[in-house]
């Protein structure tokens, strides 16, 4: 099993900058993409940014030029650093991982619980 735990959400003022972070933990043999999904209330789900394992990076075109995705592999921690925010960035962002493990090198998605950033005009 994998546990994926996120930290750094908070409340921010418009135009400040919050940097979040995920760890993942247990039985890992390699990760490929990881990355934050986010979820605005009323809306779906919808990626952020995300980070193979060679480094290439993917972002919402909402969030280009101001969130920036990195990864620790030997860690196994991601990090979103997100500058000058906008009351439209507020929603609860979640941790996903694609993690490879086992003896059959499995590929299985997982989840974090989420962590809330609110952003204030």
């Known amino acids: 099993q994998v546990q994926l735990v996120e930290s750094g959400g908070g409340l921010v003022q418009a135009g400040g900058s919050l940097r979040l972070s995920c760890a993942a933990s247990?039985?890992?043999?390699?990760?490929?993409?990881i990355g934050w999904y986010r979820q605005a209330p009323g809306k779906q789900r919808e990626l952020a940014a995300a980070i193979t394992n060679a480094g290439s990076t993917n972002y919402a075109d909402s969030v280009k030029g101001r969130f920036t995705i990195s990864r620790d592999n030997a860690k196994n921690t991601v990090y979103l650093q997100m500058n000058s925010l906008k009351p439209e960035d507020t929603a609860v962002y979640y941790c996903?991982?694609?993690?490879?493990?086992?003896?059959?090198?499995?590929?299985?998605?997982?989840w974090g619980q989420g962590t809330q950033v609110t952003v204030s005009s």
């Open positions: 996903n991982a694609e993690v490879y493990s086992g003896p059959f090198y499995s590929r299985h998605d997982y």
């Open positions: 247990g039985s890992i043999s390699s990760i490929n993409v």
